[in-house]
């Protein structure tokens, strides 16, 4: 099993840049697929990025592509989310996932994952 707990959200103004951070702790952080998701009020939780744990290309979800980056640091079980050129529609609480050791079929739907953080909120406004 691993726990994870998000970081780095905030309040930020349109066109700035933030952060996130996920640490993971128990087993086998670096043969899991990792995941954001994110979820506005009303909404439901929509992908945001996904990394394979096999070297694997990352995948976007259409209204972050060319804006955020998804990264990992194995040694120190951490999954990261660099936010660039935010927009008042990246507004929402974004989620860290985490799959089952060694799985390698890539998943998108908040459904199909059983291991979440708490959540960190982001807002962006003027």
């Known amino acids: 099993q691993v726990q994870l707990v998000e970081s780095g959200g905030g309040l930020v103004q349109p066109g700035a840049s933030l952060r996130l951070s996920c640490v993971a702790s128990g087993r086998e952080f670096n043969a899991r697929i990792m995941a954001w998701f994110r979820q506005a009020p009303g909404k439901e939780r929509e992908l945001v990025a996904v990394l394979p744990w096999n070297g694997g290309n990352p995948i976007y979800g259409d209204s972050v592509k060319g804006r955020f980056a998804i990264s990992r640091d194995n040694p120190k079980s951490t999954l990261f989310l660099q936010m660039d050129n935010v927009n008042f529609e990246d507004t929402a609480v974004y989620f860290c996932?985490?799959?089952?050791?060694?799985?390698?079929?890539?998943?998108?739907?908040?459904?199909?994952?059983?291991?979440w953080g708490q959540g960190t909120q982001v807002t962006v406004s003027t």
């Open positions: 996932a985490a799959g089952r050791p060694y799985e390698v079929i890539v998943r998108k739907l908040a459904s199909q994952y059983d291991t």
